[in-house]
Every structure is written in structure tokens, then in C-alpha cells.
């Protein structure tokens, strides 16, 4: 489950997707106000919840480095269905063990990726 914030506008717009740390969901407060603020930039930005956290389905004592892996290949496969997302400006920011994650996928599906964010909680919090 996720949730895709585009920003006003008829244009495509590039796309932050947030994969958060291990006691992360999507709906804690600092990632719906980072999400608010890119937003607010023009920055398209995708908040979900890996499987055992949030509103998903799953055990979190079942979390894996791997499963959250597929879940990310399945964040991207939706959001590249998406009419107003520039498929040739997506970034990735990675807190905690959404880093961990963001690696191994784009090893595994060999995709180059200009741009990384790896961020800690005092850093993004001042956003």
C-alpha cells in the first residue's frame, strides 16, 4: 500500500521514492512532511509500506532485507504506470535500513541511478 503525492500541474514531474527505515511506516509524520515539501518544489514523491510494517499485510518479526527488496521492485512497478511521473527522474532516498534496501535492488534489477539520498533522522528532519 502507498501513497503517490504529484504536485499541481499537468506536466511530468520527477520522483523521490522514500523507503524508510525499520521502524518506519509511511504515514509517520517526518516522511508525509518531507512528501508535503517536495511536493510544494514540484517533486513527485511515493511513501509505502513494506510488508510487516504500517497498514501492510505481514509479520514484522518476518522482515527481511530481501522481501523488502521485491516490495520495492513492486513500489517501482507501479509507479512507473504512472501518466505524470518522468520515468528518466527518480531518486531514491534511502533512512536507515531503506538503504539497505535500495542497494540490493538496483544491483539486482542493474539499474544506474544518478542520484542516491542516504539520510539519518536528525538530517531529514530538518526538512
Excluded at 512532511?33 to 518476518?62: K, M, P, Q, T
Aim: charged share 30%; glycine share 10%.
Amino acid at each position: 500500500m502507498g501513497v503517490l503525492h504529484l504536485p499541481k500541474g499537468k506536466k511530468k514531474f520527477p520522483l523521490v521514492i522514500i523507503c524508510y527505515g525499520f521502524d518506519g511506516w509511511k504515514s509517520k509524520r517526518i516522511f508525509v512532511g518531507l512528501s508535503r515539501v517536495l511536493g510544494e518544489n514540484g517533486i513527485a514523491s511515493f511513501r509505502f509500506d513494506f510488508e510487516g510494517h504500517g497498514d501492510s499485510e505481514g509479520n514484522f518479526e518476518d522482515i527481511t532485507v530481501r522481501r523488502e527488496v521485491e516490495d520495492l521492485e513492486s513500489a517501482i512497478e507501479f509507479v512507473l504506470k504512472q501518466k505524470r511521473i518522468n520515468k528518466n527522474k527518480i531518486v531514491f532516498l534511502g533512512h536507515s535500513l531503506g538503504c539497505a534496501v535500495i542497494l540490493p535492488f538496483l544491483v539486482k534489477n542493474k539499474i544506474f541511478v544518478p542520484t542516491l539520498i542516504f539520510g539519518r533522522r536528525h538530517l531529514i528532519r530538518e526538512i
